[in-house]
């Protein structure tokens, strides 16, 4: 089945850690993106992706760091530097004008 | 800068009613308007999108609307089931940069 698949589903990370969030798709989409909610939030863009080698700062990049090494791979890494990392993060991907697919979400904690 | 709104907030409703949410965006130049639903704790799972050309989608008992000139997006939910309660969210798509989304609309339908 294609669709997309984010893990871990959920995460822990101390102070002052770096944490991976994992985003794969096997939807041949081009465009990949990062966004996350707050409770009670709307979802707000931290990086987009349109192409492989390739990628856009969204509206909350700062503390956030991506790759995009192969088409179906995109990356999120919670750097120290954000300093209030807890939220849930989705990821997505779409083809130019077409409907859009999300992962089912990564809840990141800070302990 | 793309805006979204949705009204209203949140909306509890008995089962069996008709219902409507409302989406409204500032900029009009969009290639597509999708609606989602949202469960606790899920990702987002895609209801319905519309292209800028077209007037409106229909899928089972939602229909969506869409009035670019104005701006605003309807999502119509007929026969309503306490399976419906989730939160809907509109999202904007802007030429391919991203997805502009609106706070979302939490609905109860009560049994």
């Known amino acids: 089945d294609g669709g997309i698949t984010q893990s871990p589903k959920y995460l822990f990370r101390k102070e002052g850690q770096n944490v991976t969030l994992s985003c794969e798709q096997n939807l041949n989409h081009d465009a990949m993106y990062w966004y996350r909610q707050d409770p009670g939030q709307g979802l707000r863009l931290i990086y987009y992706?349109?192409?492989?080698?390739?990628?856009q700062k969204g509206d909350i990049a700062e503390g956030y760091s991506v790759s995009r090494e192969k088409k179906e791979s995109f990356p999120l890494t919670v750097t120290s530097a954000q300093k209030n990392p807890t939220a849930f993060y989705l990821c997505?991907?779409?083809?130019?004008?077409?409907?859009?697919?999300f992962g089912q979400g990564t809840r990141l904690t800070v302990v | 800068k793309q805006e979204v709104t949705q009204i209203p907030a949140a909306l509890s409703v008995p089962e069996g009613e008709n219902l409507v949410l409302n989406c409204s965006f500032t900029d009009s130049a969009i290639y597509n308007l999708q609606w989602f639903r949202q469960d606790p704790g899920k990702g987002l799972t895609s209801l319905l999108l519309?292209?800028?050309?077209?007037r409106e989608q229909t899928s089972g008992r939602l229909n969506a609307s869409l009035d670019k000139s104005s701006g605003r997006s309807t999502l119509y939910i007929a026969a309503s089931q306490p399976g419906d309660s989730a939160t809907y969210l509109c999202?904007?798509?802007?030429?391919?940069?991203?997805?502009?989304f609106g706070p979302g609309t939490r609905l109860s339908v009560l049994p």
């Open positions: 999202a904007v798509d802007n030429y391919g940069q991203n997805f502009v």
């Open positions: 519309i292209q800028s050309s077209q």
């Open positions: 997505a991907s779409t083809q130019q004008n077409t409907e859009a697919f």
């Open positions: 992706s349109q192409i492989v080698n390739d990628f």
